[in-house]
Nanobody
Framework: QVQLVESGGGLVQPGGSLRLSCAVSGLKVGFDVIGWFRQAPGQEREGVSCISSSGTRVNYPDSVKGRFTISRDDAKNMVYLQMNSLKPEDTGVYYC????????????????????WGQGTQVTVSS
């Protein structure tokens, strides 16, 4: 059974940092595209990062570019999202997602392209 479990969320002040973790089971992060998404109350889920199965391609929207960094540890089958210079508008539930893909360079921020999702972890940025 495929499972993705996020952790590392919490309450931080504006300008602070958090590192989110995604523990993956049933899939190998080295063989699948992984994405991070977030959803604020009353808003649609949006992609904030992805990494291709090859690990050589990453993608970020303009809203987080330069502040967020995705990475992975193949030996631990873990994916991480380092978030720096956090802003109140970064508040939301953050989800990791995975999709089986034969293209080792595929990296997508479209939620419809992912088959597997975690339950999310809350990130609150407030003073």
């Amino acid at each position: 059974q495929v499972q993705l479990v996020e952790s590392g969320g919490g309450l931080v002040q504006p300008g602070g940092s958090l590192r989110l973790s995604c523990a993956v089971s049933g899939l190998k992060v080295g063989f699948d595209v992984i994405g991070w998404f977030r959803q604020a109350p009353g808003q649609e889920r949006e992609g904030v990062s992805c990494i291709s199965s090859s690990g050589t391609r990453v993608n970020y929207p303009d809203s987080v570019k330069g502040r967020f960094t995705i990475s992975r540890d193949d030996a631990k089958n873990m994916v991480y999202l380092q978030m720096n210079s956090l802003k109140p508008e970064d508040t939301g539930v953050y989800y990791c997602a995975a999709d089986e893909d034969r293209n080792p360079f595929r990296c997508t921020l479209q939620q419809g392209d992912y088959n597997y999702w975690g339950q999310g972890t809350q990130v609150t940025v407030s003073s």
